[in-house]
T-cell receptor, first 112, second 109 residues
Framework: DTGVSQDPRHKITKRGQNVTFRCDPI?????LYWYRQTLGQGPEFLTY????????KSRLLSDRFSAERPKGSFSTLEIQRTEQGDSAMYLC??????????FGSGTRLTVV | RKEVEQDPGPFNVPEGATVAFNCTYS??????FFWYRQDCRKEPKLLMS?????NEDGRFTAQLNRASQYISLLIRDSKLSDSATYLC??????????WGAGTKLIIKP
């Protein structure tokens, strides 16, 4: 499978716990994006990497959120001290330069 | 005003009909435009890019109107399988793509 893969597909966690999601982009894609999507809304931009450099970070991303792409390949998104408002679908996408994105299937987070 | 606006619908359309959606954007400097399709509880998938000269792919036609800052998507001979949410996407500042909230389309037999 040469698409974008995300792990896990679903995560249920208790409020206050930390969670980490992983994204493996398409191998030849240099850009990697994290988005969050809630019901009835389009995806909201969280952060963007070009290779291993994190070039943009949304104001939506509080200091509880951190993302890394250490070797310019896979990326992780960590949420510390989760809150119920963090419940959403977290989507990873990759692209080659400014071509259209390819999305992963997403990680659905539920904070209880 | 939202940066990318779409009519949320739903558009209820009989099978075989033609349906069109519009999407307006606020950043006149935008250069890249896309239509994505999203099925319920699935990830968005690229439907087509929108070029200045327009773009046609089978039953789907996308147009760009820079003067009025909108893009359109036309679906001809609609199929039941076209039922989905259609998301308009426009590039913003600093590499970001700005997403509309989507237009829900329901094709009825």
């Amino acid at each position: 499978d040469t698409g974008v893969s995300q792990d896990p597909r679903h995560k249920i966690t208790k409020r206050g716990q930390n969670v980490t999601f992983r994204c493996d982009p398409i191998s030849e894609h240099n850009r990697l994006y994290w988005y969050r999507q809630t019901l009835g809304q389009g995806p909201e931009f969280l952060t963007y990497f070009q290779n291993e450099a994190q070039l943009e970070k949304s104001r939506l991303l509080s200091d509880r959120f951190s993302a890394e792409r250490p070797k310019g390949s896979f990326s992780t998104l960590e949420i510390q001290r989760t809150e119920q408002g963090d419940s959403a679908m977290y989507l990873c996408a990759s692209s080659r330069d400014t071509d259209g994105y390819t999305f992963g299937s997403g990680t659905r987070l539920t904070v209880v | 005003r939202k940066e990318v606006e779409q009519d949320p619908g739903p558009f209820n359309v009989p099978e075989g009909a033609t349906v069109a959606f519009n999407c307006t954007y606020s950043n006149s400097a935008s250069q890249s435009f896309f239509w994505y399709r999203q099925d319920c509880r699935k990830e968005p998938k690229l439907l087509m890019s929108v070029y200045s000269s327009g773009n046609e792919d089978g039953r789907f036609t996308a147009q760009l109107n820079r003067a009025s800052q909108y893009i359109s998507l036309l679906i001809r001979d609609s199929k039941l399988s076209d039922s989905a949410t259609y998301l308009c996407v426009v590039n913003g500042n600093n590499y970001q793509l700005i997403w509309g909230a989507g237009t829900k389309l329901i094709i009825k037999p």
